[in-house]
């Protein structure tokens, strides 16, 4: 009565109504509270579920310490899911950096291995050179000593063949040159670039022309004669040098002396056969394995190689470098600084480096010639060098000095490719038999350098993320169905 006083009629009416009001939405408010419960325990047990698949280590072994294989191992560590995976890296040898190997001599960093880059051609090597700040100086071999008969007139040769190259796709560069200037001058031509693997039959027009416009010693021949190249102050091995302690930083673990033997194709648990230290054999197996390993390394192992791979087949050169010191610079006084020598002799490429030592360079037979020199002992190995070197020299000279130091370094597999290269040729290969990914420079279109590298290893990262995806995508709807 008191609260009809109160309150009025309409005021009862209206706080009874709306008390049942309160107490039908109070009852609406408790059935979502329990229903949004237990969609909770479900999401939660989903989220759960999912937290426990996210932090279950996913195995990826590497074999191969060159830059392709840190490349995959740093990609993958670096990835928004790097930190579920456990990734193992197997090497043969003792160091990182596989055919980027720089050494010390008389206080120069000399590189035995790849030892030069492009601003315009390799972007990666570039950025990679950046983030790391490594020092860098001009790789002045672009300046070309003009010294063969055919030098002055090889540029208008070649402007004039190159739009005939499309009719000779499938010749070789040899033929296609015996076919305009026929075979001696073809062979003089050749001679005159210095790089004997333009005579392989291999080597069609279109390669040839390639290998021309893109080396700092022959570009200058090609209308890409403005293309700058650097050096790295510390050699290719500090690029590498640094991805590998990154990838260290990242968790990679990298395990040395480690060389592969045998691989198990088996499709559902693939395994790796290594010899530690040349004794004890240890096998490894992972969710995901990758072979950062150059074709001519796949080939020896039992796995297929190629055609388990792919469809096409692979070739190599042997390479070598031998670098020189001396007490003085003789070379300055012939005006040879800073250039490079094409020579129609063994040594091939001369190169005169500052005020510091020189080198020559060589690929094909005339790799395998200095391979035989060295190995006959350093004193025939250096009088060879001598001989050809005044053999070379644009003015005579009666003698020269002996140099204080010297190394040199053969390559029989130098620089590896695919025989029947396109633009497209994965830059990474899966096994038919089994899920192991091949990786190479070889396999890119910049297959015989760091760039190929660097490509390719990032490639075969990204096969593996994309495999993790769809596994995390396949266990998700699962969770969800089973929810
Ligand atoms: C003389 C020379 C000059 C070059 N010049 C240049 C240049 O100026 N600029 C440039 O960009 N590039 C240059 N290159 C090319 C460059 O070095 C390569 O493109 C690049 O290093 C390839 O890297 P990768 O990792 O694919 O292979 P690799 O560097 O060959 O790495 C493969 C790794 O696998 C390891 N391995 C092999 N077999 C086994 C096994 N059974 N078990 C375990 N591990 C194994 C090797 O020891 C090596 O560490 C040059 C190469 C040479 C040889």
Known sequence: MR????????????????????????????????????????????????????????????????????????????????????????????????????????????????????????????????????SYEPFPFTKLWQSHEFHKSLKGVLRELKPLLVEHENDSFLDFLTFYIGGERAEKMIDALGYDSLSLPNITPRIAFDIIEKHPETQGFSDNSGDAWYNLEEGFSSLTEALYKQAIEYGVEFYFNHRLMSVDLDSTSPSFTFLKDGEKKVRVSGDYNVLALPPTVMSRLDCGFPQDWSDCTYGAIPLFKGFLF??????????????????????????????????????GDCANFWKDSSERGSEYYLKTVKELILDALPSPLNELPDPVDHTCKYWQHGVEFANE????????????????????????????????????????????????ALKQQESDEKVACQA
């Open 326 to 363: 001396y007490d003085s610079p003789w070379w300055e006084e012939l005006g040879l600084t800073d250039h490079v020598m094409i020579t129609s002799n063994q040594l091939r490429k001369l190169y005169f480096k500052g005020d510091k030592y020189i080198f020559f360079y060589t690929d």
């Open 421 to 468: 290269y396109g633009p497209q040729h994965p830059l990474s290969l899966v096994s038919k038999c089994s899920r192991i990914i091949s990786t190479s420079d070889a396999y890119t279109p910049h297959c015989g350098w760091m760039e190929g590298g660097i490509m390719a290893g990032r490639n075969a990262a990204e096969i593996i993320l994309s495999r993790v």
């Open 3 to 134: 609260l009809a006083q109160e309150r009025g009629i309409f005021g009862l009416i209206k706080f009874n109504l709306f008390g049942q009001k309160q107490r039908f939405f109070c009852v609406l408010l408790k059935i979502i509270l329990i229903v949004n419960w237990l969609i909770g325990i479900n999401n939660c047990n989903y989220a759960k579920e999912r937290q426990k698949m996210l932090a279950r280590y996913e195995s990826v072994k590497i074999v191969g310490a060159g830059i392709s294989g840190i490349v995959c191992a740093l990609t993958l560590a670096k990835s928004k899911i790097g930190k579920n995976f456990s990734i193992k890296v197997f090497e043969n040898t003792d160091r990182p950096g596989g055919r980027a190997h720089a050494v010390k001599v008389q206080n120069s960093f000399v590189d035995l291995g790849a030892g030069r880059f492009s601003y315009n051609l390799h972007h990666n090597v570039k950025k990679e050179i950046m983030n790391f700040g490594l």
